[in-house]
């Protein structure tokens, strides 16, 4: 098992910037890959961004190219989204993922097997 517990969410104004922090524990040595998605209310769950724990690879979905940028300290276990430029519509509950395996399709939810329990991102306009 891997326990995933986020932090760093919090209100922001529009245009400001947030770093959320994911911590790993349990059997990271398990772990391929990590991500966040987000969920805004009445939403489905939204791929943000993903890497490879190895070599650092990443993806990012469309709504965070060139805002967004994830990154990974193998040593500490912990995986941040530095969020920059933030909007009203990237409000939503922001979880961390864990991927034991390869996948080509890296937005689908179903592909990751641990979850952390979310953190809130308000962004107000």
């Known amino acids: 098992q891997v326990q995933l517990v986020e932090s760093g969410g919090g209100l922001v104004q529009a245009g400001g910037s947030l770093r959320l922090s994911c911590a790993a524990s349990?059997?990271?040595?398990?772990?391929?890959?990590m991500a966040w998605f987000r969920q805004a209310p009445g939403k489905e769950r939204q791929f943000v961004a993903r890497?490879?724990?190895?070599?650092?690879?990443?993806h990012y979905g469309e709504s965070a190219q060139g805002r967004f940028t994830i990154s990974r300290d193998n040593a500490k276990n912990t995986v941040d989204l530095q969020m920059n430029t933030l909007k009203p519509e990237d409000t939503a509950v922001y979880y961390c993922?864990?991927?034991?395996?390869?996948?080509?399709?890296?937005?689908?939810?179903?592909?990751?097997?641990?979850w952390g329990q979310g953190t809130q991102v308000t962004v107000s306009s």
């Open positions: 890497i490879k724990l190895r070599d650092s690879t990443t």
């Open positions: 993922a864990a991927d034991r395996y390869f996948h080509t399709n890296v937005v689908n939810t179903a592909n990751y097997d641990y």
């Open positions: 349990g059997r990271t040595f398990s772990v391929f890959a």
